[in-house]
T-cell receptor, first 113, second 114 residues
Framework: KQEVTQIPAALSVPEGENLVLNCSFT??????LQWFRQDPGKGLTSLLL?????REQTSGRLNASLDKSSGRSTLYIAASQPGDSATYLC????????????FGTGTRLQVTL | EAQVTQNPRYLITVTGKKLTVTCSQN?????MSWYRQDPGLGLRQIYY???????DKGDVPEGYKVSRKEKRNFPLILESPSPNQTSLYFC?????????????FGPGTRLTVL
C-alpha cells in the first residue's frame, strides 16, 4: 500500500528565504506526482505535475524534482513571500490504476514579514 | 472559466437525515472523484468514476453512495449520515489523457453531522 509522508509538518521562514519542502513515498511504481497548495478553508490548487519519466518541473519561483528510485520529491520555493503561506500537499498516482491520488498530510508553511 | 463547483459549501445536519452534495465540472473530464479530508489523516478517496455510469469504491466508501448519470455531474449521497462523517469533502475531476491528467478540485463542502 502506497504511503506518502511530508516532512516537516509545519515550517516558518522569514520573507525572502529560499526553502525546500519534502515528500517521500514508499512504492516507486508511480505514474506521476503532483504538488498542490491549499489555503485555509479553500480547495486545492495544482502547482506542478511531474510525470514518472521526468526529473523536474518549473513554474515561476517553484521547482519540483522527482527521484523515483529513492521515492522522493522536493518542492523548492525561491524568494518566499507572505502570499506563499499555505499548506502544501504532494500526491502520487499509482501506475496502472485509475486516477486515484494518494496524498501526504501536508506541510503548513508560514512566511513572515 | 474552467472549474469544479460544489454545493452546498457548508452544511449542518442531524444523524440519519439523508443528504446530497452536488458536484459539477465544465471541462468535459472523464474522471471524477470524491475525497474527504480529516485532521491528521489527510485526503482519502471515497468513490471515483471513470465515465458515465462507471463508478467504483475508493479507500473509505462505507456510508456513501454516488451516481454518474451525466458526464459533468457526480453527486455524493449520504443516505443515513452519522457523526463520524463530519468532515471536509472535496470533489475533483481530470482528463484521462496521459500528461494532461492534472486533477482540479472544487472549493470543498464542510459537513457537520450532529
Amino acid at each position: 500500500k502506497q504511503e506518502v509522508t511530508q516532512i516537516p509538518a509545519a515550517l516558518s521562514v522569514p520573507e525572502g528565504e529560499n526553502l525546500v519542502l519534502n515528500c517521500s513515498f514508499t512504492d516507486s511504481a508511480i505514474y506521476n506526482l503532483q504538488w498542490f497548495r491549499q489555503d485555509p478553508g479553500k480547495g486545492l490548487t495544482s502547482l506542478l505535475l511531474i510525470q514518472s519519466s521526468q526529473r523536474e518541473q518549473t513554474s515561476g519561483r517553484l521547482n519540483a524534482s522527482l527521484d523515483k528510485s529513492s521515492g522522493r520529491s522536493t518542492l523548492y520555493i525561491a524568494a518566499s513571500q507572505p502570499g506563499d503561506s499555505a499548506t502544501y500537499l504532494c500526491a502520487v498516482k499509482r501506475t496502472g490504476t485509475a486516477s486515484k491520488l494518494t496524498f501526504g498530510t501536508g506541510t503548513r508553511l508560514q512566511v513572515t514579514l | 472559466e474552467a472549474q469544479v463547483t460544489q454545493n452546498p459549501r457548508y452544511l449542518i445536519t442531524v444523524t440519519g437525515k439523508k443528504l446530497t452534495v452536488t458536484c459539477s465540472q465544465n471541462m468535459n473530464h472523464e474522471y471524477m472523484s470524491w475525497y474527504r479530508q480529516d485532521p491528521g489523516l489527510g485526503l482519502r478517496q471515497i468513490y471515483y468514476s471513470m465515465n458515465v455510469e462507471v463508478t467504483d469504491k475508493g479507500d473509505v466508501p462505507e456510508g456513501y453512495k454516488v451516481s454518474r448519470k451525466e458526464k459533468r455531474n457526480f453527486p455524493l449521497i449520504l443516505e443515513s449520515p452519522s457523526p463520524n462523517q463530519t468532515s471536509l469533502y472535496f470533489c475533483a475531476s481530470s482528463s484521462l489523457a496521459p500528461t494532461t491528467d492534472t486533477q482540479y478540485f472544487g472549493p470543498g463542502t464542510r459537513l457537520t453531522v450532529l
